[in-house]
């Protein structure tokens, strides 16, 4: 029987709640109107945070809403996964001035939570333009692609391998960070500008191959992501019991009713990116008794931020540095993590060790595709997001989405 | 500890700050209160002739900025709405009560002596300290002849002044309505009449804002509003002008003046009392906090003063009056530059949108191995200060004076003017 009100659920509540309009106030009224200011350099869509700030700060959300999707369609996602404390607010000069920077990323939500309880967007697509254009991939990349061409009166076929569009906002990360369906309720919005159709178990390769959507779509955007994930490299990895991080956070993601989902008692949780981070926290939150990350180098080297480690510990997670397993062994019944001098029994074993690009198609550089002012090797092939190189965010991802569209706009002739 | 004792207009009392005649001073319950907070001394929210005013609802508009409750305040509300007979009682109780506490008594009659020789006769029989004619409500009581319709009116001020002083031994003051053009026809014409001090800024005629759902001015009474009496921090600047210009004024000389208009700390009220005042009296602050925040004001006051080594209040009262001067007497080869601290600079560029946008272009927005500098360029600064105001940071532009190598000019010896025997043609 489901238990949609059982603890365990409520472990995947929001966890930061929305500012009440009392707190956004307080907080934007914190924010000095820079000239110049640091935190646009530092966004990498380039969003004028003091400008949207303003709007929450005397009572125009609406020009506070469409300030942000201007830039970043994806605004309510970025407002919740953004990693702000190395982005916007890093550079805020309230940070250099007392260390306790504007709150941007709340108040990015709460203008963009605002337009999208209005049920529509603050824009108007373009008469169409008879161009066609296919978006391989819909995570935030593809779809901030989708969205921008369709606003300029494009039409616009997206693709994707999963049932559900989303991407990572739907399948990769912590629940809690995208609660009440915020993944799927934000694709809708992405979508009402019109003019974009979706087709879902559509696997490039598979079901659809790139020669033919190059013939019959004018131009290909490819936001790919990355489908793969690299191997431990050590024996035993293998084993039952021993799982990619990856499918332990998609299926948790998928899962209405979390508290029947099945968690061992302890668990080890191998790597130190977000990924780790979110499996390890959503295992404990899932109530395993002991969840360790095994992480082979120190904490500044981590590519997860000091704010993620520290949610994970406050959740219970225990952090072991400069710890590189040597093998995993079947302990009967259990499992055996085993690094020189020690050894951490476990019943469950996360993979967390990063994730690669797998296709083909446009050459590659460095195991990703090959782009220049988002081109590909391939004339009327486009790409961005993680399966090019750069930062693994998504608000990189939306940002090249955006931009890859302005590439394709006048790759069209437009 | 600084001696905060004051003694204003002969009333005696343990320090400056008293309340304003306002709804905090309105009966017995509230000025206990009051008392026991620890202020000097009450002025009685005005007493009027029987039948008692009728008041309405709601009664306050307020100005919030940048999140900051009651920047601004205003009301619409009368005189006191209760009988005549029931404060005076508790007048007398309270005074009885708190002996060395001062209660001087607002009063508003309609304008013709009987009216003022009969009050004035009950309220002397209380035992209050002493009597405020309020010349300065703009609002509802105006419209009858009396409040701001009197004190607008110098020859009527000089004439209810002296029927006040004729028909009673307690202290005069006379508070003076900042309605008008010349604050000193009104203090002139309150002296005139033998006024024993004065008390300023009532409120200013103002709309505090208008609710743009119901299209009315605020406060909405059933849809509609009203002008109403702004006071609260937002008017202390045009209450310090005003207490200045009387202050300065030869022929006002050793007329006191109780400081009123946006007093809310003890450094707001050493700012009146170095520009002459006697006293203050204190409302909006107290109606939005309480009144307990009267032992910040006399904490605040008395450590200050002795930081500065003053021992007693008529140590530093008025000495900034003699620095009140006409724009006539500025020095005109004085200058001053800002100055950025760069190591107290956290980049919002706040100074250089000020100054490009706005002023002299005298401020450079560079950038050095990437990071963000601002300058600032000396040849071009007026020393306006407008970059210091606009600083969020502390001490981080500073004004530097500048020598010029020039002796002291001012505008009436400059030959630009044409007034001056100095003046150079074309």
């Known amino acids: ?414 | 500890m600084a001696d905060l004792s004051s003694t204003f207009a002969g009333i005696r009392t343990k320090n400056p700050f008293w309340l304003a005649s306002a709804p905090p001073t309105d009966k017995a319950y509230n000025v206990e209160r009051a008392f026991a907070a620890g202020w000097g001394g009450v002025v009685w929210k005005t007493l009027g002739e029987d039948p008692p005013v009728v008041n309405v609802s709601s009664r306050y508009g307020a100005i919030s900025y940048g999140g900051v409750r009651v920047a601004g305040f205003n009301n619409i509300e009368l005189i006191t709405d209760r009988p005549l007979e029931l404060n005076l009682q508790e007048i007398t109780e309270v005074k009885k009560n708190w002996p060395d506490r001062a209660v001087v008594v607002s009063l508003m009659v309609p304008c013709n002596e009987e009216s003022w020789k009969a009050i004035l006769r009950r309220v002397e029989s209380t035992g209050a300290d002493g009597v405020e004619l309020n010349f300065g409500c703009p609002h509802g009581m105006s419209e009858r002849g009396m409040g701001a319709a009197v004190g607008q009116v110098p020859e009527y001020v000089e004439m209810v002044t002296r029927w006040c002083k004729q028909h009673t031994r307690m202290p005069v003051i006379v508070k003076l309505t900042p309605n008008v053009t010349d604050i000193l026809q009104a203090a002139t014409a309150a002296k005139n009449g033998g006024a024993d001090a004065v008390s300023l800024i009532n409120t200013i005629m103002s709309i505090c804002a208008v609710d743009l759902d119901l299209m009315s001015p605020t406060p909405v009474v059933d849809g509609k509003g009203t002008h109403g009496g702004y006071c609260g921090p937002a008017v202390k600047p045009i209450a310090l002008r005003m207490v200045a210009e009387i202050a300065r004024e030869f022929s006002l000389r050793g007329l006191p003046i109780s400081g009123i208009g946006g007093v809310s700390t003890w450094r707001d009220a050493a700012e009146f009392f170095a520009l002459g005042a006697g006293n203050v009296q204190v409302c909006t602050a107290a109606m939005t906090h309480g009144f307990r925040i009267v032992g910040d004001m006399i904490t605040g006051l008395s450590n200050w003063m002795d930081a500065k080594g003053y021992a007693k209040l008529s140590d530093f009262q008025g000495a900034a009056v003699p620095n009140f001067v006409h724009w006539d007497d500025l020095n005109l080869n004085y200058k001053s530059i800002a100055a950025i601290n760069q190591d107290l600079c956290i980049k919002c560029g706040k100074c250089y949108a000020a100054c490009e946008d706005t002023s002299h272009q005298s401020i450079a927005a560079l950038r050095v191995d990437g990071g963000r500098r601002y300058e600032i360029i000396d040849e071009e600064c007026v020393g306006c200060n407008l970059c210091a105001h606009v600083c969020p940071v502390d001490d981080c532009i500073t004004m530097v004076s500048v020598p010029t190598g020039k002796p002291y000019a001012n505008w009436k010896d400059h030959e630009n003017n044409p007034s001056s025997p100095h003046f150079v043609h074309g």
């Open chain 1, 1 to 414: 029987m489901s238990d949609i009100a059982s603890p365990i659920n409520a472990n995947f509540a929001d966890a930061h709640p929305a500012l009440s309009s009392a707190q956004a106030v307080i907080a934007a009224n914190r924010c000095y109107f820079c000239y110049d200011a640091p935190c646009v350099e530092a966004c990498p869509t380039g969003i004028d945070i003091p400008a949207f700030i303003r709007g929450i700060a005397t009572g125009n959300v609406a020009g506070a809403a469409k300030t942000i999707l201007q830039e970043n369609i994806f605004g309510g996602a970025c407002a919740r996964v953004c990693p702000t404390e190395i982005l916007c607010e890093r550079a805020c000069v309230r940070t250099a001035e007392m260390g306790e920077p504007v709150d941007i990323g709340a108040l990015q939500r709460v203008a963009t939570d605002w337009q999208m309880a209005q049920g529509a967007q603050p824009f108007t697509r373009a008469p169409e333009t008879g161009k066609r254009i296919a978006v391989v991939g819909a995570g935030p990349a593809g779809l901030a692609c989708a969205h921008a061409l369709a606003l300029r009166g494009h039409d616009v076929t997206v693709f994707d391998a999963k049932p559900k569009p989303g991407g990572l906002n739907e399948y990769g990360i912590a629940a809690y960070k995208m609660a009440d369906d915020f993944a799927a309720r934000e694709v809708d919005f992405v979508l009402s500008i019109g003019g974009i159709k979706m087709q879902y178990e559509k696997r490039l390769g598979d079901t659809i191959l790139l020669a033919g959507l190059r013939e019959e779509f004018d131009a290909v955007f490819l936001g790919l992501g990355l489908t793969g994930v690299n191997r431990l490299g050590i024996a035993g990895e293998n084993l039952p019991g021993v799982r990619d991080a990856v499918d332990f956070i998609a299926e948790l993601r998928q899962a209405a009713d979390k508290s029947k989902l099945k968690i061992g008692r302890r668990v080890v949780v191998i790597g130190g990116g977000n990924t780790a981070i979110d499996a390890a926290t959503q295992a404990k939150l899932l109530g395993a008794e002991e969840v360790t990350m095994l992480y082979r180098r120190g904490p500044e080297h981590m590519s997860a931020t000091k704010d993620e480690q520290e949610w994970a510990q406050i959740n219970g997670v225990n952090i072991r540095f400069w710890v590189a397993p040597l093998r995993i062994e079947d302990a009967g019944g259990a499992l055996k993590v085993v690094r020189e001098r020690e050894e951490f029994i476990a019943d469950l074993v996360l993979k967390a060790v990063g994730q690669v690009f797998v296709g083909e198609g446009p050459a590659l550089e460095g195991g990703r595709i090959k782009v220049e002012g988002y081109h590909t090797s391939l004339p009327n092939v486009f790409a961005g997001g993680d399966c090019t190189a750069g930062m693994d965010l998504t608000v990189h991802a939306v940002q090249d989405g955006k931009m890859a569209a302005r590439a394709i706009d006048k790759f069209l002739g437009f």
